[in-house]
């Protein structure tokens, strides 16, 4: 009994295994990456950020999709030639310094590099905003979108959980206070005006659950927290309409709060602001 | 089962509940955790049908599912919003804690680590049977759920606070999300319990010879990841407790001042949503990682036997082993890229999630070179361990996009993180399952399952896997957000509905092949073929004793160990394995003695006190 015979299958079962393996993993995923970048792709990008945003996704996608190909085609190749056959026996062979160190070194620099290019980028979105940046806040609630302009003052005046008026009744659904005189010009709207190329800080607050502000043409996503207010920037680069989403489930709407962001021109925006104060 | 010769004559004196039922045998809880973990695994999938029903036809009509599940669908067919997130809240949590936690440590730890040290038992039973025994009442806690006012837990598998901290922020944030948190905590206890003994088991009950570095990988694995539990899951049990505080005892851990929900001012004050992800996450992490090790091992071990060759690199294995479990509690944080902490901390976390993925690359690589060179046998224990390898790879290398920040803030949260965990995670882990089951079940029950079977269930899950799976990669990169009801409120996510659907088709697909694995389980525990001791003609321990193993595992005399577990077509050994319990100078030749330096790990390992090796 000196070797398990060896059924006569082994090796038409080893071919086709490698054969799926490179019919559908390696040709199938690159066919349908392909196939992908025409139907089912991020949208154009729309802000200056995510250009830089959608090069590291371009860059990692080629990194690892070469990785992916290499490596399955090895295992593949490995797969079609080792089916037990004949009287041969395996290797015995279970180390290999040289060759251990070179795949735990390569993929080290590869991954120092790419976390690099990433580091740079992620300081880069979350700078300072610049000085000439306009700010808007959001805010989050089930489920929908309310924003705020700080209007001519330039100040946000404070708003008091208290004052929100009931869920379908108009009035203050801010629940701006009356009493702060910095609250008097504050506009508040169901949608989002933003001036092309112009930068904006969006500051980000919840009334009852988590929620996450994902503009996906504009690469930007920020968690709405209650109790927080976090601040982002970004600028938009590209006029036109623009979906919001909700990506952190916050509850049975979830899948319909969507919102609107309108991006034009730095006149149009301040037209349409006026219009909403009356 | 086959009662051993004399061994233990204990055992002919317990009656059929204590050997069955209420059993201290580590053999008897092990497999009792595996038939329970199946059975829970039957009941993730169909709820996951239920999933890809509603997003593959969002609005759909289902008139025989409204027959099954009367209270999730409305009187004209159709899932209902608030049920549609119960179900994926419950595929989630049954998933992650009741079926793969369950299966690997509770299944394949009892049945695996005791057998392959050569321990007759674990070093505390009573309280091995007492962690059993909290995992049914667990279920049904967890399961009764369904049936409460306001139904399961909408709030996902991570019940973040305050959508789970407030009754009135979800229908599921009743009673439903109570049960869920009571249920958890049972579960946790019974992980501390079995971890606890595991790791006592490993450190105190290794037989003569059994050096830790003689240890095969599997048993690494299960030892690393008991340690990984019995440090991770206190700190989910106190985060779970104090959501409870929260929820019934006003406390304010988790929920700050000012909020509004449903019209009514909170009272709660002063708490932070943060702090539930943190400790979420510090234990989330780490749980990942608690089920993917054990598959790792049990892949490691199936690579080495099928292909009749040393596993390759055995101390940078264990090395990687460990390194990824200490890395893993340093990474938690690139799950809350988005939440709103500061950003210097997501590079923080950059670091240590890249750096974690140089391990799991180092393991990759080990498994792809064990097949060069080697005389493979394409058992469906072979096949899905290679799946596993190729699983592992495709969801390894979408980490790499999400550890970068700036990508994952895009990702975050939409398909393409579901595509990711799917491969890394659950389908690897799966392969890893099935392929465990496929090579231990002549040993678990003393029969051999059907190959032809095995075969057909490998290619149609391999190939099911793949199409229900890698499209998802693209829903997410075209933005779709997960835990969507339906992605058609969307003008951006409107051209998905083809591909959703296709996903969809496969799933079914996906399920139905398992129905090919339940009935070759089935039938072999019955019918199969009886297993002899060792049909694989494999070195470790657990082998060299009958199959099923007897009450006490080795008859009179505990094995002794010689030499490493991977011997495997050893130059001039007259067969191509040699048991670990056959001593050097004993080896058969084919010609003349045999050269110790062949023998692998043996000769790293400083001879133990008494060993025979000269
Ligand atoms: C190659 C190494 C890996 C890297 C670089 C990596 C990276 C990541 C990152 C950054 C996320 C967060 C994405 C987000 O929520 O936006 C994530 C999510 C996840 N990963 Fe991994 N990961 C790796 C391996 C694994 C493994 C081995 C497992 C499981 C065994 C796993 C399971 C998960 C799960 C379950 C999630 C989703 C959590 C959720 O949002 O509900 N990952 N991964
Ligand atoms: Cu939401
Ligand atoms: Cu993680």
Known sequence: ?278 | MAVAHGAVHEEHRLGFIRRYIFSQDHKIIGIQYMMTSLFMAAVGGVLAMLIRMELGWPGGHWGVARWLFPGGFSSDGVLKPDFYLAVVTMHGSIMIFFVLTTALSGGFGNFLIPLTIGARDMAFPFLNMLSYWLYPPAIVVLLSSFFVAGGAPNSGWTAYPPLSALRNAAPGSGLGQTLWLVSLAILIVSFLFGSLNYITTVLQLRTRGMSMGRMPLVTWAQFTTAILMLLSFPVLFAAVVMLLFDRHLGTSFFVPSGLVVGGQLVTHQGGNPLLWQHLFWFLGHPEVYVLILPPMGIVSEILAVHGRKPIFGYKAMVASICAIAFLSFLVWGHHMIVSGMNPLVGTAFMVTTLAIAIPSAIKTFNWVATLWRARIHFTPAMLFAIGFVSLFITGGLTGIFLGSPAVDTYFHDTFFIVAHFHFVMASAALFGLFGGLYHWFPKMFGRMMDERLGKMHFWLTFVGIYATFFPMHFLGMAGEPRRYYSPQMYDFLRGLAGLNMFVSVAAFGLGLAQLIFIYNFLRSLFRGPKAERNPWHANTLEWQTESPPPHGNWGAILPTVHRWPYDYSVPDAMDDFIPQTVPAAAVPVAGGALDDGLQGGAVDEPPVAGSERT
């Open chain 1, 1 to 278: 009994m000196a070797e398990i015979p060896a059924p006569t299958g082994e090796r038409r079962t080893g071919r086709l295994l490698a054969t799926l393996i490179v019919v559908m993993i390696v040709l199938g995923g690159v066919g349908m990456t392909l196939l992908a970048r025409r139907h089912w792709w991020m949208l154009p990008v729309a802000s200056a950020h995510g250009v830089d945003v959608d090069r590291l996704i371009y860059t990692t996608f080629a990194v690892t999709g070469i990785v992916f190909v290499l490596v399955h085609l090895l295992i593949a190749g490995f797969v079609w030639r080792y089916g037990a056959h004949g009287t041969g026996r395996a290797a015995y062979w279970h180390d290999d310094r040289t060759l251990e160190l070179t795949y735990t070194l390569v993929p080290a620099a590869v991954l120092v590099t790419l976390i690099s290019m990433g580091a740079v980028v992620w300081a880069r979105v979350h700078s300072p905003a610049p000085a000439d940046a306009t700010v808007v806040e959001v805010r989050a609630e089930q489920f929908g979108w309310l924003f705020r302009y700080p209007g001519p003052d330039g100040i946000f005046g404070r708003v008091d959980p208290a004052l929100i008026s009931p869920p379908g009744k108009p009035g203050n659904p801010m629940g701006l206070d009356p009493a702060d005189p910095a609250s008097a010009d504050d506009i508040v709207t169901r949608e989002l005006h933003l001036a092309v190329n112009r930068p904006v800080r969006v500051r980000i607050r919840s009334k009852d659950v988590i929620h996450s502000f994902f503009i996906p043409a504009f690469r930007v996503k920020q968690d709405a927290v209650p109790g927080m207010t976090v601040e982002i920037w970004f600028t938009p680069t590209q006029e036109g309409s623009y979906e919001i989403a909700c990506a952190q489930l916050c509850g049975i709407g979830h899948y319909i709060m969507r919102g609107k962001v309108t991006v034009e021109s730095e006149e149009a925006v301040l037209t349409w602001l006026a219009q909403q104060s009356h």
